[in-house]
C-alpha cells in the first residue's frame, strides 16, 4: 500500500442508518437525513501498526484461516438458554443462543431495561449474567430489581461505561451473560471521539462482538432510537449483531411488542407482546385480540383485519378518518403502516371503486401502536376509509383481509384458513376475503366468508 501506515483510513457514516460513504455529504442518500454524516476511522494508528494485536482481540488466540469442506464441519446445534419469558424466547428463536450478540433497540422508556433485567434474573441460576449500567446507576438498578420483585441474590451489576475497563471485569466475573446498557453510554480509549458518536458506539460494540465471540458469553445491546442525529441511533450496528429486536407500542397503551427484524438464529418480524404492569412486563402468550380499540359497538372507520406478523395471527383494528380538507394539497397520514402504500390505494379506490378522496384529510392508525407490514392490511384499509367517507359503520362482527393490486384486483395473502380460524374463534360472523382465500361452502365454522375478486364487489359487500 501506498499510504502510510500510521495514517488511519477513514469513512463517513449516517447517524441514523449507517449508510456510509467514502467522502463527506450533506444529506445521507440512504435515508435522506441532513447531516448525519460523521468522519469514523476504520482502523486506528495503533491497530493498523500492529496487525497481530488487532487480529488476536484483547484475549483469545485466532486458528489459522483454513479452507474445509462444509459437509465436514461439526454443525452441533447452538445450544439455547431459555430466558424463562416464553415471548422473549419465541421473538429470539427459541431461546438465547450461545455467544449470540443480540441488540435491543427502541424508544427510550418503553421498557427495554426492564425486560433485560428481568430475562437476566431469570436465568442467573443457569447462566451467571453482568449487568452493565451505563445510564442509571446501580442504587437505581438495584431499586427496579427490588421493585420487580426480582432475586437480588446471584445478579451481579457494573457501573462502567469504558469497554476496556468493562471486559477486564469480565474476564474476572467471567459471566455467560452480559447486558450493556446503554451501548451509547459505552466508550473506548482508542478513539478521541465523543461517547455516543458514531465511531464510538460502533468501535464500542465490535469490542464486545469480538469479546461475545471469543468467550460463548451471549451479549444483549441497549440501543435508544433517536430522533435527532446528535446521538447515533442503533441502527448503524444492525448489520455487525446476531440479532436485532425492537420495541413497538404507544407511550399511551401498557402494551408492547417486541419484533425481531433480523434474526441469525430464527424468523425475522416474529413478534412478542408484553403488557407493562406495576411489576414490570409481563407476557402476553395469548395476544390475539389486545389490538382491537373494544370500543362497543361498530363504529363508523373502523375496520378489524386479521394480520399474520411472525408465525401467528392477530386482530387488529385499522381507523380511517376521512375529512374535508381546507387544504390544496389533503394530507394523507399514516401510523402503523406504510404511507406510500396508502396513497396507492387511494387511486386504486378512485380508480377501480369510483370513489373519490381527492379533496379530503385521509388519516390512517393502526390501534394499539403495532406495526403492520404484510399487504393483507390493502383491503381493511380501503374499506376503513369508505366507512369513514360515508361515515357509515361496517355490518357487526365483520372482519377483513386481502392484497389490493393496481388494477383493482383483490389478491390472496398466505395462511387464509388459519386466519379465518382465528377470526371465527373470536365470535367474528363475517369474514370479506380474497376469492382464493374462501372455502368454496361460502363458510368457516358458522362465519359467513364472503370471497371477493375485485375491489367492487368488496366495496358492494361493505
Ligand atoms: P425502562 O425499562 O426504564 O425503559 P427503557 O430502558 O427502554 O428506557 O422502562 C421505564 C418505564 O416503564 C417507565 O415509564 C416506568 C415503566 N415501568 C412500569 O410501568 N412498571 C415497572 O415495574 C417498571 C420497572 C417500569
Ligand atoms: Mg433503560
Known sequence: MAKPASKARTAYVCSE???????????????GAWNTLSEIALETAAQAKSPASRRSGWAGKVDAPKVTPLAQVQTDEQARASTGIGEFDRVLGGGLAEGA?????????IGKSTLLLQALAQMAPALPGLYVTGEESLAQVAGRAQRLGLPLEGLQALAETCVERILEHAVKARPR????????????????AAPGSVSQVREAAARLVRYAKETGTAVFLVGHVTKEGGIAGPRVLEHMVDAVLYFEGDSGSRFRVLRAFKNRFGAVNELGVFAMSDRGLREVSNPS???????????????VMVTREGTRPLLVEVQALVDASPLSNPRRVVVGLEGNRLAMLLAVLHRHGGVMVGDQDVFVNVVGGIRVQETAADLPVLLAVLSSLRDRPLPEKTVAFGEVGLSGEIRPVPNGEERLKEAATHGFRRAI????????????????????ERLSQALEQA
Not at 450478540?101 to 422508556?109: A, E, M, S, T
Not at 385480540?289 to 375496520?303: M, T, V
Not at 368454496?440 to 366468508?449: A, P
Open 433 to 452: 376475503v380474497p376469492k382464493a382465500n374462501a372455502p368454496k361452502s361460502g363458510g368457516y365454522k358458522g362465519m359467513e366468508v364472503i370471497g371477493v
Open 177 to 192: 451473560l452480559l447486558i450493556a446498557d446503554s451501548i451509547q453510554t459505552l466508550w473506548t480509549e482508542t478513539l478521541t
Open 101 to 109: 450478540v443480540v441488540l435491543v433497540g427502541g424508544d427510550p422508556g
Open 289 to 303: 385480540a389486545i389490538f382491537l380499540s373494544g370500543s362497543g359497538g361498530p363504529q363508523p372507520g373502523s375496520c
Open 17 to 31: 442508518c449507517g449508510a456510509d460513504y467514502a467522502k463527506w455529504q450533506g444529506q445521507c442518500e440512504a435515508c
